[in-house]
């Protein structure tokens, strides 16, 4: 009775296809030389000829079916140091093959799959690795721009010792280094009012907020007739007393304004990318200073892993969660800072605290929008990546006239030079 091939011998069937694909040139050679020689044997009735056809034809095939045999069981793993590395940085990768079978293995040749931004792809050659031992080896890797780059999967080139047939395997694991851009530590000045101790700048924050501010609740047995707010019991008809106090973090929302429209050109030195770095600077120096941060762009929220809000509590890793969402930050097409004026106004019912925006070209319109924004902050400061006209009438006029504190940019400006001048502009009241 016959019967369809069960799956193991489709496998087998097309393993075996796999292996005399991964004939060489020299392999092919031999085996056209091997025909030739035999087809030319049988016209001309040489039989020494067809001895040697038979030999050129045969050994290829035979190091097809010794590589197809062969039943490496190797582990393959990959680290990466650091696993988050700033642009224009070098991160270092090491690779590990360990041979966990019970035979050793042959020559094999152990290379790693990379996107070409960063650099070329890295080939080892390992000899030959005892049963239960390992090989360790290492490359570096560098990119200029910034983003999320897989690596991998990690893959083994087997080869017979005469070089007829090759193949590759590959491991299925591969693991992502993500590039996060520049950052320059910042001088710590006094914006928003803030004084020189932490707990002085909490005193000012919770100073911010109005006696209408305040949350009250019903009166409980045993409360303290001291915390009575008489504003509540009179509206209320019934006795009502102060929640207790609890310490609130100064607030601070950064904009990045990534539209396409608004910057010319594109690279690492484009004004963009200064945009990008110095907004990452901010976010970790204010996140140092004990600042509640969020991040907006003109799309909306740019980290949507932080809830409520948007603005980051004490979660350890907010920094890297910030840093992760400024990596992938691209040109957009919106028309203008709509959306971030919605996301602005609808974070929170209150008080912005501190605004600082880095912003591209703009035109009359979205001038008029920022002055709006202007009036939930308590202080504002713009960068401007693209400086634009400076006359009565520009975007840059209206917008101090507003209120805001503009501080030129762009590439070739230290951003630790344009803080500082934030400062001094700020001191001498030119945001008035």
């Excluded at 080869?159 to 299925?172: A, K, V």
Aim: glycine share 12%; net charge positive; aromatic share 6%.
């Amino acid at each position: 009775m016959s019967g369809a091939p069960g799956p193991d011998h489709e496998q087998h069937r097309g393993s075996l296809r796999t292996a005399l694909a991964g004939l060489t040139t020299r392999g092919r050679s031999f085996l056209a030389a091997g025909v030739a020689a035999g087809v030319c044997a049988y016209v001309l009735g040489q039989a020494d000829l067809l001895r040697v056809g038979m030999l050129l034809a045969v050994l290829p095939l035979v190091c097809v079916l010794v590589l197809h045999r062969t039943r490496y069981r190797v582990a393959g793993s990959r680290r990466l140091s650091p696993a988050r590395v700033p642009a224009r940085t070098e991160a270092r990768v090491q690779l590990r093959v360990d041979n966990v079978s019970r035979l050793p293995t042959g020559l094999l040749m152990l290379q790693d799959r990379v996107p070409y931004v960063l650099g070329p792809r890295p080939r080892f050659i390992l000899d030959r690795v005892e049963p239960g031992g390992r090989r360790e080896v290492s490359y570096r890797v560098r990119s200029d721009l910034r983003g999320r780059y897989p690596l991998g999967p990690l893959q083994l080139r087997l080869t017979d010792p005469f070089g007829m047939c090759e193949l590759t395997r590959s491991f299925s694991q591969y693991d992502t280094l993500t590039v996060v851009p520049r950052t320059e530590p910042l001088p710590p000045v006094r914006l928003a009012g803030e004084h020189g101790g932490h707990g002085d700048g909490r005193q000012r924050a919770l100073a911010l907020a109005g006696d209408d501010d305040v949350i009250p609740r019903g009166y409980r047995h045993g409360d303290d007739l001291r915390r009575v707010h008489w504003r509540s019991t009179a509206r209320h008809g019934q006795l009502m007393v102060r929640r207790e106090e609890q310490p609130q973090r100064p607030r601070c929302t950064v904009l990045l304004d990534t539209r396409r429209a608004a910057y010319a050109g594109s690279g690492p030195d484009s004004p963009f990318e200064w945009a990008v770095e110095g907004a990452a600077s901010v976010c970790l120096h204010l996140l140092e200073r004990g600042y509640a941060v969020r991040l907006i762009t003109d799309t909306g929220p740019a980290a949507p892993g932080l809830e409520g809000s948007g603005f980051g509590g004490d979660s350890p890793d907010l920094a890297g969660l910030l840093l992760d969402a400024l990596a992938l930050v691209e040109h957009s097409a919106e028309p203008g800072l709509s959306r971030a004026y919605d996301a602005l106004r609808g974070g929170t019912g209150g008080h912005e605290g501190l605004l600082i925006a880095f912003l591209g070209t703009l035109d009359a319109e979205q001038a008029h929008l920022l002055s709006r924004m202007r009036q939930r902050a308590h202080r504002a400061v713009a960068f401007a990546a693209e400086p634009g006209a400076e006359d009565g009438e520009s975007p840059p006029a209206t917008l101090r006239e507003a209120g805001w504190t503009m501080v030129p940019g762009g590439p070739g400006t230290p951003m630790r030079e344009a803080w500082h001048e934030a400062d001094t502009a700020m001191a001498k009241g030119l945001d008035r």
